[in-house]
């Protein structure tokens, strides 16, 4: 558990704070924390999409506005 909250604060982080990152790198951010989530906790997609998903949605929404929703994750 202390890894998994380590992972998603780093990512986290990084999402909202590297200026240079731009949409397409923290959707790539994002991926690559889920297949980590999964290795961590294998065969449960369907909590990563219930309670992790959601989060990082909104903040790419929120760093990012309309451009976020338009494209498909």
Not at 9 to 36: F, H, K, M
Not at 43 to 57: A, N, W
Request: charged letters at 25%; glycine letters at 6%; proline letters at 4%.
């Amino acid at each position: 558990m202390r890894r998994l909250r380590l992972i998603v604060d780093l990512t986290t982080g990084v999402l909202w704070q590297d200026p240079s990152l731009t949409l397409e790198e923290a959707r790539t951010l994002i991926s690559n924390l889920e297949g980590a989530v999964l290795s961590l906790f294998p065969g449960q997609q369907s909590t990563f999409e219930l309670v992790l998903r959601p989060r990082f949605d909104r903040i790419l929404r929120e760093r990012w506005g309309e451009e976020a929703d338009s494209s498909v994750h």
